[in-house]
């Protein structure tokens, strides 16, 4: 058997693998050849296109580190009888934690304090007044996993009132959470000091958060991505942020990653940035990258697929 790592792994989950095929590991240029020669493929950002998956020879598994899996044509995939698994429930509390981090470095300013102590600016601390987060209302659009996970934070460590959104989610979930949940996500951003976004890209999702939503919000509102690029309006945003509408952004995610150098959002000093970062704990990513492997291994075995998205 061979299986194919197309970008950047955990060497735990590389290990693994080689304990049970042949690797052809990232960065070695022949992962270019995966169409035609895997039996597996792991993979964690890089694109699999409908070309290269109708160019598959002898693929049984396609196995994606994480829960997104717009990077994957998954209707192709389906029509070719290949599995496309995921890894979810992995990587919730350090997705969480990179919100929680962002919220928080928006609102105390903390990333521009940190550039202009380094520069050597004379910084005139009044007029970069942060916002305190105790007790607001924080908006969770939402509520899988690290929606969950996001909420059980918020609550416990700045009693915040917690209004959700999600139309998906059973009339029962979060029983164990004080929360009010609304059916409609213009309640939400009307009433939410920051919103914080953790839903998959979808058709329905896409562009979800555009000008007129973000007009909706709060003049002192925060909006926090670390879900999808696309969800968000990023001309938009830097449109309403540059005219002084909202307090501020922190963004893990954008619709082209990395983003140019000159994208408009990076010009503005109250949004705060990290490259697709949130899953990026040592301890996840160890976790993420043996359990990508363990079940390309299982399926390879002849085992039935885990986490199946198609």
């Keep these: 058997m061979k299986i194919f790592i197309l970008d950047a792994f955990h060497q735990a989950g590389i290990d693994l693998a080689r304990q049970h095929a042949e690797v052809v590991c990232w960065p070695d240029p022949a992962i270019e050849r995966w169409p035609e020669e895997a039996d597996g493929v792991m993979v964690r950002m890089r694109p699999i296109t409908a070309a290269e998956i109708e160019r598959a020879r002898r693929v049984r598994v396609i196995c994606k580190q994480g829960v997104g899996f717009d990077t994957i044509d998954l209707e192709v995939a389906r029509s070719r009888g290949i599995p496309v698994l995921t890894t979810p429930g992995v990587n919730s509390d350090a997705v969480a934690e990179m919100a929680f981090a962002l919220a928080l470095t928006v609102a105390r300013r903390t990333a521009r304090f940190d550039r202009m102590l380094r520069a050597g600016a004379e910084i005139v601390r009044p007029r970069h007044l942060g916002v305190q987060l105790q007790g607001k209302t924080v908006g969770v659009v939402g509520m899988g996993n690290i929606g969950t996970c996001v909420a059980r934070k918020w609550r416990g460590a700045f009693d915040a009132e917690l209004v959700a959104y999600d139309p998906y989610a059973s009339a029962d979930r979060w029983q164990d959470i004080l929360h009010r949940r609304v059916q409609d996500l ?114 390879l075995q002849g085992q039935p697929p885990r986490n199946r998205v198609a």
């Design 186 to 299: 213009d309640e939400l951003l009307r009433i939410a000091d920051v919103v914080t976004l953790h839903l998959p890209l979808t058709r329905e999702s896409k562009g979800l958060i555009g000008e007129r939503e973000m007009r909706l919000m709060k003049r002192d509102a925060i909006v926090i991505n670390v879900s999808r690029g696309g969800i968000v309006d990023e001309a938009a945003l830097a449109k309403v942020l540059a005219g002084g509408h909202l307090f501020g952004a922190g963004l893990d995610v954008f619709e082209v990653e990395p983003p140019p150098p000159d994208h408009p959002l990076l010009a503005l000093d109250n949004v705060v940035a990290t490259p697709h970062a949130s899953g990026g704990t040592q301890e996840t990513q160890e976790r993420s990258a043996t359990q990508v492997a363990q079940q390309v291994i299982e399926v």
